[in-house]
């Protein structure tokens, strides 16, 4: 099994920071592309982010330059430091990765979710 378990969201004033962490765990062979991706009441899961093993990023145009996706590969984990926070930011936030797990003697690729975690930008 392979797990995603994000971390930092919670209530924050507009103008504020937030910092949240995903954390991959299990048979991982590799890491491919990992992102972050919210959803807002009502509407439907949208890309904020992503990032390659590479290190080649990826933004939604409505966070440029106020949003920050990083990654740890030795620690398996993505970060996404969202500055600037507006009340449109508030979703849930979901971490996403395209990976190779490895089953005995085999690959496999998978697509997977976290949890997610809420952000609330309210004063």
């Known amino acids: 099994q392979v797990h995603l378990v994000e971390s930092g969201g919670g209530l924050v004033q507009p103008g504020g920071s937030l910092r949240l962490s995903c954390t991959a765990s299990?048979?991982?062979?590799?890491?491919?592309?990992m992102g972050w991706y919210r959803q807002a009441p009502g509407k439907q899961r949208d890309l904020v982010a992503d990032i390659t093993s590479g290190g080649t990023t990826n933004y939604a145009d409505s966070v440029k330059g106020r949003f920050t996706i990083s990654r740890d590969n030795a620690k398996n984990t993505v970060y996404l430091q969202m500055n600037s926070l507006k009340p449109e930011d508030t979703a849930v936030y979901y971490c996403?990765?395209?990976?190779?797990?490895?089953?005995?003697?085999?690959?496999?690729?998978?697509?997977?979710w976290g949890k997610g975690t809420l952000v609330t930008v309210s004063s």
């Open positions: 996403n990765a395209d990976l190779l797990r490895l089953t005995g003697d085999l690959l496999d690729g998978m697509d997977i």
């Open positions: 299990g048979s991982i062979f590799r890491l491919n592309t």
